[in-house]
T-cell receptor, first 113, second 115 residues
Framework: DAMVIQNPRYQVTQFGKPVTLSCSQT?????MYWYQQKSSQAPKLLFH???????NEADTPDNFQSRRPNTSFCFLDIRSPGLGDAAMYLC????????????FGPGTRLTVT | AQTVTQSQPEMSVQEAETVTLSCTYD???????LFWYKQPPSRQMILVIR??????QNATENRFSVNFQKAAKSFSLKISDSQLGDAAMYFC????????????FGTGTSLTVIP
């Protein structure tokens, strides 16, 4: 059974056109994370939610926003995608902030044309 | 910030043979956790094995084992009796035990298993 689901798996958007990526989880975990993974690079944490508390990494561009309307869903909004934002975006969850286990979704590959 | 280095972008191994993937990290902390994650093509990343820094004994999970050298800040993954299903990208990761919950990942090693 899928535990962390990301939709769509592949997304194409135009330069400057807002795009939203979706993540849902069936684990009832308190924490949800968004990572950006560019080709041949390590996954980089953008931000995370602990319940409704939003925690932004210091170097995450303002172009990236997130919403978590309920426990199950978390969205990544890219307000004005640039060519440099093309990447794989990974969603992950953990039961709480102290948990050592993160459960990853399959990722959404974003292409910017 | 902590850094994690995987110096082997690509590795290959013959089926049924053993392969070792390297990972080094840089930290000033004494208490932390280390992980190896596997990311098969077009599939999600899953945890393979983890090691607590305070434990001297190397972690083992079936065919997967680690060689943890704390003084050298080295954390290699050994895969024994390699199988075709082991082909994937492998990421080494670090997490502090005390300061925050962020995982720091290496750039990954792509493992090919040759039949």
């Amino acid at each position: 059974d899928a535990m962390v689901i990301q939709n769509p798996r592949y997304q194409v958007t135009q330069f400057g056109k807002p795009v939203t990526l979706s993540c849902s989880q069936t684990l009832n975990h308190n924490v949800m994370y968004w990572y950006q993974q560019k080709s041949s690079q390590a996954p980089k944490l953008l931000f995370h939610y602990y319940d409704k508390d939003f925690n932004n990494e210091a170097d995450t561009p303002d172009n990236f926003q997130s919403r978590r309307p309920n426990t199950s869903f978390c969205f990544l909004d890219i307000r004005s995608p640039g060519l440099g934002d093309a990447a794989m975006y990974l969603c992950a969850t953990s039961r709480d902030l102290e948990s050592l286990l993160q459960y990853f979704g399959p990722g959404t590959r974003l292409t910017v044309t | 910030a902590q850094t994690v280095t995987q110096s082997q972008p690509e590795m290959s191994v013959q089926e049924a043979e053993t392969v070792t993937l390297s990972c080094t990290y840089d930290t000033s902390e004494s208490d932390y956790y280390l992980f190896w994650y596997k990311q098969p093509p077009s599939r999600q990343m899953i945890l393979v094995i983890r090691q607590e820094a305070y434990k001297q004994q190397n972690a083992t999970e079936n065919r997967f084992s680690v060689n943890f050298q704390k003084a050298a800040k080295s954390f290699s993954l050994k895969i024994s009796d390699s199988q075709l299903g082991d082909a994937a990208m492998y990421f080494c990761a670090y997490r502090s035990a005390n300061t925050g919950n962020q995982f720091y990942f290496g750039t990954g090693t792509s493992l090919t298993v040759i039949p």
